[in-house]
């Protein structure tokens, strides 16, 4: 039975394609768009690289939010001062 969503050939008993069609509906099933993450198996030089670009990654963002808070904090301080107080 071939598939008329993806045409893959499929067996002749077949419920459900590996795209997702149902066959007795002749509709895509919903439930095979879901992700569904059981395990991460990983190489640790591959985890030690992604957590390295990870940290590099972190830089610019850090660096704008600190700029961010120095802008903030100048407008805060704008109007506390006074020249009475000096």
Do not use: H, Q
Request: proline share 6%; charged share 15%; with cysteine.
């Amino acid at each position: 039975m071939e598939c008329p969503s993806c045409s893959l050939t499929n067996p002749p008993d077949a419920i459900r394609c590996d795209c997702g069609f149902d066959f007795r509906t002749a509709s895509t099933y919903s439930a095979a768009n879901e992700v569904i993450v059981k395990g991460i198996k990983m190489p640790f030089l591959s985890m030690v690289v992604f957590m390295l670009k990870l940290a590099i990654a972190a830089i610019p963002a850090v660096i704008i939010i600190r700029i961010i808070l120095l802008i903030c904090s100048f407008i805060g301080s704008v109007g506390s001062y006074n020249v009475d107080d000096y």
